[in-house]
């Protein structure tokens, strides 16, 4: 039996605001030099801890990634660990909408396989809020082991921003594994959404792509069941939900009482 859902390498929770607490981890460690960082973020750094020396690093960094995205996208990923995760992913973000290209090269070159530090938030940022058909097509030129992730979180992020026109990329992607990492993306998406109409959806996927869909969905629903218990009325849903589909038994009864994912991990999956 074929298994489309690999063991976590990505936490995806509710959008990249939520993701991965330690965001620095899979970074290349490349500290850069006092005089590389502007005053304003070096005088930033000097407050106090709290909200205003959060505020303050946030506003300068942000203009710092607009000028030279990929400088504050290294300094960003080698920031002390008692940092409030909100800098880092700020500047991520920022860098994601000030040069989408250079940032993901930059962050494909210089991190580690296979959650590739920050590249899932910003693909997820440039999709959602920028260009998401030319994070699309950086996703195309990215090398096959980042092809996974990449198209996981564009697929994460376009949903945001256009629905029927991610289903519509998702679907002509020709390489299997690049369209089901994007269906993984956007049924996870949707699942926690509106489960009504991204079953309407799944329902027009037909085979392997199918099953893809379902397991994003139903995937992520045994990491709720895990972390937050269950009952037997939500576990009768989900059979019903399942019975829905034409999968067979074992299909079910794996996407049904399979280990538990960390809300679904975005990597290749097993096969």
Not at 46 to 69: H, I, N, S, V
Not at 191 to 207: D, F, H, M, S, V
Request: net charge positive; aromatic share 8%; charged share 20%.
């Amino acid at each position: 039996m074929k298994r489309f859902i690999g063991p976590p390498g990505l936490i995806v929770v509710a959008g990249f605001m939520a993701l991965l607490p330690a965001l620095k981890a899979g970074v290349d460690s490349n500290p850069q030099g006092a005089d590389a960082v502007p005053p304003d973020v070096q005088k930033a750094q000097q407050l106090p801890k709290g909200d205003e020396k959060t505020k303050a690093l946030l506003a300068a960094a942000g203009e710092w990634a607009k000028k030279d995205p990929t400088a504050a996208l290294a300094w960003s990923q080698q920031l002390p660990r008692d940092t409030p995760f909100s800098v880092s992913a700020g500047v991520v973000s920022a860098c994601a909408l000030a040069n989408g290209k250079a940032s993901a090269d930059w962050t494909v070159q210089h991190s580690r396989p296979p959650d590739f530090g920050p590249l899932h938030g910003l693909l997820f940022v440039w999709s959602s809020r920028g260009d998401p058909a030319t994070a699309a097509a950086w996703c195309a030129e990215a090398p096959k082991n980042a092809r996974y992730i990449s198209f996981f979180s564009v697929g994460d992020g376009w949903y945001l921003k256009d629905q029927p026109a991610a289903c519509n990329w998702a679907a002509k992607l020709e390489s299997v594994d690049d369209r089901h990492a994007a269906i993984h993306g956007i049924a996870l998406k949707w699942g926690r959404a509106n489960i009504p109409a991204a079953t309407g959806w799944i329902k027009q996927l037909k085979g392997d792509d199918l099953k893809v869909a379902v397991k994003a969905v139903a995937g992520d629903w045994r990491a709720n069941k895990f972390n937050n218990g269950s009952n037997a009325r939500n576990e009768a849903a989900m059979k019903e939900w399942l019975d829905s589909f034409p999968l067979s038994d074992a299909d079910k009864t794996e996407d049904l009482t399979g280990a538990p994912l960390s809300n679904t991990g975005a990597v290749a999956p097993k096969k």
